[in-house]
């Protein structure tokens, strides 16, 4: 079987070319004479992955020396618990702004460390189906931060520009859609992403972090639970998910070989384009819930007109190699995740599809 | 350049059999069309492969339904904090026995969620050299658990012989030893390893929980941070490190086509036999500085006459290909480490150059 249409909404597809390349190298990784798997993290060939990996990061992100990029394990989840554990005690509030089921497990965790002003949200209005504007948003002028999801895997909706919020600094889910536009780092005091949407295979956690805000860190913790041992230790305080940095630092080069930020944007508002522009083609057919505004570029979401269509489309499409269709389970339908890797000539194709669907069975 | 003999402390050497297997279909898992990475952690392909591993993990240590197989990240330091989270509070109690650096770090991390009673440290008299006796440790009636570090791979020191205690759980962090040889689970609570050593890549942390202990969990945690969250969800709450998994996976076959822990025990005994009879065999010139009963089969420590005759060791021994024989920075001297993968004829080649060294050099 040839390797197929990966809609996957994570663990998601990888880039060929990187995959070719860890492959190549599996059992002798740069004539080391053994795998990247079985080197030590403290030799200077692993440390140099790992360095790089950092280093492109920061170069993509256009950020300097006054963030640091950690590689943790543990994905967002974990993070759900370290930002509040690292910045709020019973006397100490924060922002949480509610746009869908990844805000809510956020804001949960949160709940148990601090005081949590919920700054907005979208649930009882549409069902998620938005983001919210910048003159809903009730900040709290004492907030240590205000928390956002850049985008909503389950319900397609995606933050177009971030709000604005003074000084206090953002943080920021950005599991399903960070590296894929343009956007301004600096009112982030932290972001963080699971790899295996954008970056990489599941396994680790990017976090970059600013220097002040580090500084506000609680060190009282933990010592594998604080942010400042991970940033003192440049991420080997242990061992680090050793691979799976590999194949970010692989990835990272391949979006830097894709121009970067500016080229990711590009290819994901042409992606946006041609599916959106499909949607908007067959209306009564093809129907997205997502305000115009608020429409997420990495899951497009969308229904037909009955459940049982919805399922031959699946079936059909995952036939004709288009894998993944499946909405989330708790709103049904259909979703096409399609994070940096890619291309519009994937989605082009699955245009055609969608087209000789519509026609057959409108 | 060729494979080469790799003695790395962890991450360390994965059998050639199981990278070939990774490598042969990284771009096609199982006739997905797409690589393991790119698996969704809810597809059957990849939970076939995540309940494979459990059960092959299950087979392997011969326990039955009464425990769970948790697949968890984070690495033993993650496990230094969420033991004691979970089972501690101000007025709990546990015991741990302090045997190295990675005690320590274990203990540093218990003792901000409990009382911790240290029934028996060996670092006074003879720096960590030894494994304390049954009749040396003070063991408190009240501890919910009993700690211990089942192998030290800075001082090369393991227990040969699990302690008793009784009623009370044992909990092991068994990262460097795990699966090396033939043991009684059933007095263990918990233990935990970091995949690194004797599993596969790092990135993936096993911990095996006897239901008993598991229901005596706090269940009042951050869900990531409670073992009931794992348990109940089958490792799969969040992402679980999938490709990482899938390596645990087919090493563990590798182990059950290799005889199990009858035959690794078999395999690191005739290791022990080869290199510590090299050893003893130039005595005044190679020196290890371990009690003999409490010598270690998974790293072996020793000694040259000088710190020049050392690095001349180091030296030589890269260049005749045996990778990673560089003592930890803390100690010094030389070390061997030999987890399940290496094989005997990798220490025999080893043994000819120490006899070899020694003459030349004696």
């Known amino acids: ?62 950020i300097g020396d006054d963030f640091k990029v950690l590689f943790l394990q543990g994905g967002a989840s974990l993070q759900f618990v370290m930002v509040p554990m690292n910045y709020l005690d ?114 680790v956690t990017v976090v970059v972090i600013r220097d002040d805000f580090l500084a506000k860190a609680n060190p009282d913790l933990p010592s594998v639970l604080t942010y400042h041992t991970h940033a003192k230790e440049n991420s080997l305080y242990n061992t680090p998910p050793c691979f799976a940095v590999y194949v970010v630092y692989l990835f990272m080069e391949w979006v830097l070989d894709h121009g970067g930020l500016d080229g990711m944007e590009k290819r994901n508002q042409e992606k946006g384009g041609l599916l959106y522009g499909a949607i908007d083609k067959y209306p009564g ?6 305000d115009k505004d608020s429409r ?12 049982q269509l919805e399922d031959a489309f699946v079936k059909q499409g995952k036939a004709a190699g288009f894998l993944g269709l499946k909405g989330h389970r708790s709103v049904g339908g259909i979703r096409v995740s399609m994070y940096n890797t890619i291309g519009p000539e994937v989605i082009k194709e699955l245009v055609c599809f969608m087209e000789d669907f519509a026609k057959k069975n409108g």
């Open 296 to 307: 997420s570029l990495m899951n497009v979401v969308f229904r037909l007109p009955t459940e």
């Open 285 to 290: 057919y093809y129907t997205c819930p997502v």
């Open 90 to 203: 019973k006397d100490k509030r924060a922002d949480y702004i509610i746009t869908g089921y990844w805000s809510e497990r956020a804001l949960k965790e949160a709940k148990r460390f601090g005081t949590i002003n919920i700054a907005a949200t979208t649930e009882q209005d549409k069902k998620y189906t938005r983001i919210p504007k910048q003159s809903e948003l009730k900040l709290d002028p004492s907030a240590v931060y205000v928390h956002l999801t850049s985008n909503n895997t389950i319900f397609g909706t995606q933050w177009a520009n971030f709000p604005t919020t003074g000084n206090i600094p953002l943080v920021a889910d950005m599991s399903s859609d960070f590296l894929s536009k343009k956007f301004d780092p600096k009112p982030f005091g932290l972001m963080y992403a699971g790899a295996q949407k954008n970056l990489g295979p599941a396994g």
């Open 1 to 62: 079987m040839e390797r197929v249409c990966n809609f996957n909404p994570g663990p998601s597809a990888i880039p060929l070319e990187v995959l070719q390349q860890a492959k190549e190298e599996l059992l002798n990784f740069r004539g080391s004479g053994i795998s990247v798997m079985e080197t030590s993290h403290r030799s200077k060939e692993y440390e140099a992955v790992h360095n790089e990996a950092q280093e492109k990061i920061k170069k993509i992100l256009g």
